[in-house]
């Protein structure tokens, strides 16, 4: 015998939240890709590295069977792993952090200011890359300021809130336009003027969900996520139709 029969998952979906955290402690040691997705592969399978062997093979264990690989098998076989180099498709997240139980991943039936909250939270992070927000930002997700994420859970919730914009992009495409690298960008600008574009962003949001009409403030914060994103969509969406309309006159 010469190989082991080995499983692995093939999405970011699959993973548990024991394996979400054991993903998000090696990207916190800034091991390289190749480095990460051995680990899992060894740690998921239960193997062990007895020795080096010479040309570039490795005697590896699991239980009673000792089998020599190559680096060339091993890489291989970590392929699999290849999903953990971008972000999720489908946002995913640790479920629970101690007792506490996160929102759902897709924000779906959270409230919209809870969204707002958070969105603000993680774009003062892309600026200043302070773990304070990231903490701020858990203490929402999980709904509790008592909740104490480690530095492998404080990476999971970047990673949650990245891929949750990446998959609002796609849904909601007039919304969530890519900006340029112009005033108009919250990353484009120095951190002084971040606060101020940000409360700025905000508000324009709650404007138009409104109409201006402040009676409806409070209605709109409580609405779902889902709901008030489908809404700025079609806004935006109509706003650029009449704009190109406009332009042809």
Same mark, same amino acid.
């Given at each position: 015998?010469?190989?082991? *029969?080995?499983?692995?998952?093939?999405?970011?979906?699959?993973? $548990?939240?024991?394996?979400?955290?054991?993903?998000?402690?090696?990207?916190?040691?800034?091991?390289?890709?190749?480095?990460?997705?051995?680990?899992?592969?060894?740690?998921? *399978?239960?193997?062990?590295?007895?020795?080096?062997?010479?040309?570039?093979?490795? +005697?590896?264990?699991?239980?009673?069977?000792?089998?020599?690989?190559?680096?060339?098998?091993?890489?291989?076989?970590?392929?699999? +792993?290849?999903?953990?180099?971008?972000?999720?498709?489908?946002?995913?997240?640790?479920?629970?952090?101690?007792?506490?139980?996160?929102?759902?991943?897709?924000?779906?039936?959270?409230?919209?200011?809870?969204?707002?909250?958070?969105?603000?939270?993680?774009?003062?992070?892309?600026?200043?890359?302070?773990?304070?927000?990231?903490?701020?930002?858990?203490?929402?997700?999980?709904?509790?300021?008592?909740?104490?994420?480690?530095?492998?859970?404080? =990476?999971? =919730?970047?990673?949650?809130?990245?891929?949750?914009?990446?998959?609002?992009?796609? +849904?909601?495409?007039?919304?969530?336009?890519?900006?340029?690298?112009?005033?108009?960008?919250?990353?484009? *600008?120095?951190?002084?003027?971040?606060?101020?574009?940000?409360?700025? $962003?905000?508000?324009?949001?709650?404007?138009?969900?409104?109409?201006?009409?402040?009676?409806?403030?409070?209605?709109?914060?409580?609405?779902?996520?889902?709901?008030?994103?489908?809404?700025?969509?079609?806004?935006?969406?109509?706003?650029?139709?009449?704009?190109?309309?406009?332009?042809?006159?």
């Amino acid at each position: 015998m010469n190989s082991f *029969n080995i499983t692995l998952p093939t999405s970011w979906t699959e993973l $548990s939240d024991k394996q979400l955290h054991m993903v998000y402690s090696l990207f916190a040691r800034d091991l390289s890709s190749a480095e990460v997705k051995t680990l899992c592969l060894m740690k998921w *399978n239960g193997l062990k590295v007895l020795s080096q062997l010479p040309d570039k093979r490795f +005697l590896i264990k699991r239980g009673k069977e000792v089998v020599p690989l190559s680096t060339r098998q091993i890489q291989q076989a970590t392929s699999v +792993l290849d999903f953990l180099d971008s972000f999720a498709p489908m946002p995913v997240r640790i479920a629970r952090i101690g007792k506490y139980r996160a929102v759902a991943a897709d924000f779906e039936k959270v409230p919209f200011e809870e969204y707002l909250y958070v969105e603000n939270l993680f774009q003062g992070y892309l600026n200043t890359q302070s773990d304070e927000l990231l903490l701020q930002m858990a203490q929402v997700l999980y709904a509790s300021d008592h909740v104490k994420p480690d530095k492998a859970q404080l =990476i999971g =919730i970047f990673y949650w809130m990245a891929s949750l914009k990446q998959y609002f992009a796609g +849904l909601f495409p007039n919304f969530y336009k890519p900006t340029s690298n112009s005033e108009d960008n919250l990353l484009g *600008n120095g951190q002084h003027d971040i606060y101020r574009q940000l409360r700025d $962003s905000t508000n324009a949001i709650i404007r138009a969900l409104t109409g201006g009409d402040i009676t409806k403030e409070a209605t709109i914060m409580k609405m779902d996520t889902w709901r008030a994103l489908t809404e700025l969509d079609a806004k935006a969406r109509d706003a650029e139709e009449l704009l190109k309309a406009t332009k042809k006159t």
